[in-house]
């Protein structure tokens, strides 16, 4: 057992690959399984994923959950900045501005109203909190975007670490909630057709509860959703630490 013990220690990050890969395995079969796909894997995922950092920052009594543990500390890697970064970053030189416009003006005018109301509303809870700082009620408005662009804009403007654990716990409780209340919303709301798809994934932004929402309400609809949903996440990361930033520490002053 130490010699498999020493042998994951040393290939941490390829051992890291693969608790996650059996975390997302079972996460998708809970969420087929028990909830018939209401809830989203990617959401079961992130819920398990907290729970256990949580259970490894209490059994080590440090600040990296389950990475402070040893024969874990390749989730460090993994999970840190650079390869999360990385990865934005690559599935943006997929996108074809093209699409976008092909939902035309609804579909704009929902991605700015999207990020825009959820950075106030974020912001405005942050404040009544006790967080007056510009860097903490913009993170904290990242958050209430999506949990991608809240520690992405966290990161970008040297946000604390309890700032940026506040707006990933935002941001999952936001996609958990429009995967959950799409269904029930969606014949008040007229979500029946790809444009209405289009302009709620600009609106909301969390893709993977538009897409959860979605499917269990029409699957023909993901995609559509699934996109708008995808250009709110890097229009967030892009005016998070920049613009509206800005915005907010004019407001704040300084």
Do not use: Q
């Amino acid at each position: 057992m130490e010699l498999i013990a020493n042998v994951l220690i040393k290939n941490g990050l390829l051992f890291a690959f693969l608790i996650v890969g059996a975390v997302m395995w079972l996460s998708y079969y809970a969420s087929h399984h028990l909830t018939r796909g209401r809830l989203h894997g990617s959401a079961v995922a992130i819920i398990v994923g907290l729970v256990l950092a949580y259970i490894g920052g209490h059994y080590t009594g440090g600040s990296k959950g389950l990475s402070d543990v040893p024969l874990f500390a390749g989730l460090g890697v993994m999970g840190g900045a650079m390869l999360r970064d990385f990865a934005i970053v690559s599935t943006a030189y997929g996108v074809d501005l093209g699409e976008i416009r092909r939902s035309g003006l609804v579909g704009v005018l929902s991605l700015a109203l999207g990020i825009f109301l959820s950075f106030i509303v974020g912001a405005v809870v942050a404040l009544m909190f006790g967080y007056s700082d510009a860097v903490s009620m913009t993170t904290l408005g990242a958050g209430a975007a999506t949990y991608i662009v809240g520690p992405v804009t966290g990161s970008a403007l040297g946000a604390s670490s309890e700032i940026i654990a506040l707006s990933v716990a935002a941001g999952l409780i936001k996609s958990v909630l429009v995967m959950v209340g799409t269904p029930f919303i969606a014949p008040l709301i007229g979500l029946n057709n790809p444009k209405a798809a289009m302009a709620y994934g600009g609106l909301m932004g969390t893709t993977s509860g538009v897409a959860g929402g979605l499917a269990a309400t029409d699957k023909r609809l993901v995609p559509y959703g699934a996109m708008t949903a995808t250009f709110y996440t890097g229009l967030g990361c892009l005016l998070g630490p920049s613009l509206i930033y800005f915005l907010i520490r004019g407001v704040m002053g300084g």
